[in-house]
Nanobody, 126 residues
Framework: QVQLVESGGGLVQAGGSLRLSCAVS????????MGWFRQAPGKEREFVAG????????YYADSVKERFTISRDNAKNSVYLQMNGLKPEDTAVYYC???????????????????WGQGTQVTVSS
């Protein structure tokens, strides 16, 4: 079993920044590709960013490219999401997720992830 705990959410004005953290425990962190998803009220959960375990290749949704940066620290069993230039449309609950490594990393497919955190609220005011 893997436990994921997000932190770092909050209220910020448009144009501001936040850094989300996700602490992973329970299994070998390096066995998992990691992703961030978000869900706004009345909307489906959507992919935000992903990072592979070995090469640390990163993937981003078009809506957050050039503004968000995903990173991971395998020594600290943690993954991060640095969010700059925040917009009101970024308001959502943000979830960290872990996908056990395989030949293909389905970074944008929520159904392929094996474990999820409880989420952290990000609210961007205009």
């Amino acid at each position: 079993q893997v436990q994921l705990v997000e932190s770092g959410g909050g209220l910020v004005q448009a144009g501001g920044s936040l850094r989300l953290s996700c602490a992973v425990s329970g299994r070998t962190f390096s066995n998992y590709d990691m992703g961030w998803f978000r869900q706004a009220p009345g909307k489906e959960r959507e992919f935000v960013a992903g990072i592979s375990w070995g090469t640390r290749t990163t993937y981003y949704a078009d809506s957050v490219k050039e503004r968000f940066t995903i990173s991971r620290d395998n020594a600290k069993n943690s993954v991060y999401l640095q969010m700059n230039g925040l917009k009101p449309e970024d308001t959502a609950v943000y979830y960290c997720a872990a996908q056990y490594i395989s030949s293909t990393y389905y970074y944008a497919q929520a159904g392929k992830y094996d474990y999820w955190g409880q989420g952290t609220q990000v609210t961007v005011s205009s």
